[in-house]
């Protein structure tokens, strides 16, 4: 199995492009999650969702649109890039909702993003 | 306010054993996560504690004390591709995931 697999790798946008960050994954998972990794700091949750339809804002949402038309794809979208968006993000996905301790994360490889 | 820390850098040496720290502050707890994640690459799981305790699993254990929201990973035996951040999130009573900023392991010879 694949499992969670994200594309690209890399991107390096100007000031004020968009760009959508792709996710898919093969395991038949309900829930899905993106998150941004900055240097010295935790991983923040953007979006996530809880199946095909439905989608939540996390902690740091502005900026960033998602959607989950299917199971196995979610999305996010960059609006109007600016520097503060330069981070790497990860997609991840889970068997089991939020609501359970059993909540283990698979997460996608990565995509680093500069905006200059 | 729920706040997370773990030291932000370690060195250890091959074959030895080292002890990685997470003390966490929150109002609810529904458990606490271990993660490794080596440059580059994407985090994986290593452990989940939600009782008091020690939970061993090869050469990682992770222990939990609730009461002193504390948190430990314990490696053991380590080897060269132990090199890695390990990273300690907190579920709070909202199932939501606190992530520390993670505690980079260096190993050498």
């Known amino acids: 199995n694949a499992g969670v697999t994200q594309t690209p790798k890399f991107r390096i946008l100007k000031i004020g492009q968009s760009m959508t960050l792709q996710c898919t994954q093969d395991?038949?998972?309900?829930?899905m999650y993106w998150y941004r990794q900055d240097p010295g700091m935790g991983l923040k949750l953007i979006y996530y969702?809880?199946?095909?339809?439905?989608?939540d804002k996390g902690e740091v949402p502005n900026g960033y649109n998602v959607s989950r038309s299917t199971t196995e794809d979610f999305p996010l979208r960059l609006e109007l890039a600016a520097p503060s968006q330069t981070s790497v993000y990860f997609c991840a996905s889970s068997a089991v909702g939020s609501n359970s301790g059993a909540n283990v994360l698979t997460f996608g490889a990565g995509s680093r993003l500069t905006v200059l | 306010g729920q706040n997370i820390d773990q030291p932000t850098e370690m060195t250890a040496t091959e074959g030895a054993i080292v002890q990685i720290n997470c003390t966490y502050q929150?109002?609810?707890?529904?458990?606490l996560f271990w993660y490794q994640q080596h440059a580059g690459e994407a985090p994986t799981f290593l452990s989940y504690?939600?009782l008091d305790g020690l939970e061993e699993k090869g050469r990682f254990s992770s222990f939990l004390s609730r009461s002193k929201g504390y948190s430990y990973l314990l490696l053991k035996e380590l080897q060269m591709k132990d090199s890695a951040s390990y990273l300690c999130a907190l579920m709070d009573s909202n199932y939501q995931l606190i992530w520390g900023a993670g505690t980079k392991l260096i190993i050498k010879p």
């Open positions: 395991m038949n998972h309900n829930y």
């Open positions: 504690n939600v």
């Open positions: 969702s809880v199946g095909a339809g439905i989608t």
């Open positions: 929150t109002s609810g707890f529904n458990g």
